[in-house]
DNA sequence: AGTTAGTTGAGACATTGTATCATTTAGGGT
DNA sequence: ACCCTAAATGATACAATGTCTCAACTAACT
């Protein structure tokens, strides 16, 4: 499993908590806020404590298996292996997933320029999406 | 100027903290907390309120000059103008900026097959800085 | 199974963000 | 240049979000 080879090459062990927070973003499907989070993984886990999604995410984003992602109404997260290309409505947030991106050729150019070990990327384009777009009209 | 046009196009009023608030993320050059927003603009603005900082992001963000960036410690904004193209590391969230951009040229399909306005675009690497990478090693 | 350091959950606390409302102000009309 | 009005502001109270501490628990090595 990526989780828990993830976790222990960093020197990390593998918890209960660790392991229904990352299933849930995995289930979700979609970024989710820390407070979904909990609601979710409170199924698999019904004593998980607040503070604990939060050092949890942090902790998975550091070893890199989960993304923070902006957006109205705070930062949400998923999994760093979906949906990393896409649209955004900067008006009203509707996303919209890309399927392929150009960027995927420039991590050994970028490694061997800045000494940067690049894992993964996040290609977002920012604009209106059509409903906000005619909104915005007059 | 930009704000000025910015605002105007969406019909919203251009203000002493609106303005402040701009040129504070301008002559930073680097992403602000809006705590540090709040601190910069009252230089140019003691009597600034809370509550108008955040009202004020909000909505910039909204027309587009100004994009939220998550990170170590919550979210940071910037110009949108400047730097949407870096390497930033998972761990200790150290960034570099890049030259430029492969995905420029994707603007006008991505209208055609979404209706989708696209003004702008986020390309960031994740990974490791060289520093956190050394530290990783063993 | 025993040992121990990493991890957890509860709760207090601190910080950050939001809603309300009286007052001020931008900016179009006259 | 001066009104007028709706939009915007600042203060304050409030709600939500995130952090810290610490005793209890547990993963994982032996």
Not at 33 to 54: C, D, K
Not at 56 to 81: C, D, I, Q, W
Not at 106 to 125: I, N, P, W
Request: hydrophobic share 40%; with cysteine.
């Amino acid at each position: 499993m990526q989780l828990e080879r993830q976790l222990r090459k960093a020197g990390f062990r593998v918890t209960r908590a660790r392991r229904v927070v990352a299933a849930a973003l995995a289930t979700a499907g979609r970024p989710l806020s820390p407070a979904e989070v909990l609601a979710a993984a409170r199924r698999g886990h019904p004593g998980l404590g607040r503070a604990t999604v939060y050092r949890t995410l942090n902790l998975l984003v550091r070893v890199g298996l989960v993304v923070p992602r902006p957006g109205p109404g705070g930062v949400r997260y998923s999994l760093a292996s979906e949906g990393m290309h896409r649209l955004v409505c900067r008006n009203c947030g509707a996303e919209r997933l890309l399927a392929d991106c150009p960027a995927g050729g420039l991590a050994e150019e970028l490694a061997r320029r800045y000494g940067f070990q690049v894992e993964g990327h996040l290609l977002e384009f920012y604009g209106l999406c059509p409903d906000c777009r005619r909104r915005a009209k007059p």
